[in-house]
């Protein structure tokens, strides 16, 4: 319950921004994640069994612990960790070594997450990034509460820009038919609204002769397209 009311206040502040909201919320719950478990890193015997068993994180995640100012110490000791595990590990994983059945699970990702290219070639016997799973927890609750409180957020979705396109299919099939004709309707909206933007755009850098000024919606456009078919992607 209490995470519940958490996801819904945390959901609330982020849709009043522009960008998928589910997206925003799924950053700051990795970004909490990596950042308390790069201060506890030293301590916790659970983190080394985890680390052990995954191998540490995805390239994404790995790199994003180095971001955390004043957090390089602890980022090394979480990589020393899974550096040791690996190096235990290497015997297991070269007997182990199969070819992977590559075409099955380089079209289904697991766990929805958008990283982890390289997950298709990894054997199952390494568990799978702890922060995209964290992630991916967190897009699940994120997802039934935009879906349970639609009739208050659809409202500041739309003027948001709508949801991004992993994000929207994701929630779509979680949806019942009404809240997704709710969706599917701002969707659509925003993404024509994107569409024009484009074309002002396109436009106005044809023709070098234009007089009045690019709006900040076009000028932004090719930028906000990108985020809005893969995902927002934070920028440092
Ligand atoms: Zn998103
Ligand atoms: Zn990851």
Same mark, same amino acid.
């Given at each position: 319950m209490a995470k519940e009311t958490a996801t819904y206040q945390q959901l609330q502040r982020i849709i009043a *921004?522009?960008?998928c909201p589910l997206c925003g919320l799924v950053q700051q719950a990795a970004s909490t994640y990596l950042d308390t478990l790069l201060w506890e890193s030293s301590t916790d015997f659970n983190l080394q069994a985890m680390l052990t068993a995954?191998?540490?994180?995805c390239g994404r995640h790995s790199r994003q612990?180095?971001?955390? /100012? /004043? *957090?390089r110490l602890a980022a090394a000791v979480v990589e020393r960790t899974t550096l040791l595990a690996a190096i235990r590990r290497l015997p297991e994983l070269t007997d182990t070594a199969e070819p992977p059945p590559v075409r099955f699970r380089l079209g289904r990702r697991k766990?929805?997450? *958008?990283? *982890?290219?390289?997950a298709a070639i990894l054997p199952d016997s390494i568990q799978p990034c702890p922060a995209c799973l964290r992630e991916a927890a967190e897009t699940a609750r994120g997802t039934e509460t935009l879906l349970k409180h639609l009739d208050e957020f659809s409202g500041p979705l739309r003027a948001a820009g709508g949801l991004c396109l992993p994000h929207f299919i994701q929630t779509t099939r979680a949806a019942p038919a009404p809240q997704r004709a709710v969706l599917l309707a701002i969707q659509q909206a925003v993404w024509q609204d994107l569409a024009g933007h484009l074309e002002e755009f396109i436009r106005k850098h044809m023709d %070098? %002769? %234009?007089t009045d000024p690019i709006s900040d919606p076009a000028r932004l456009s090719v930028e906000r397209t990108i985020a809005a078919l893969t995902g927002e992607v934070p920028v440092r």
């Open positions: *921004q522009p960008g995954s191998l540490g994180f612990l180095l971001t955390f /100012g /004043g *957090q766990f929805g997450t *958008q990283t *982890q290219p390289d %070098h %002769h %234009h």
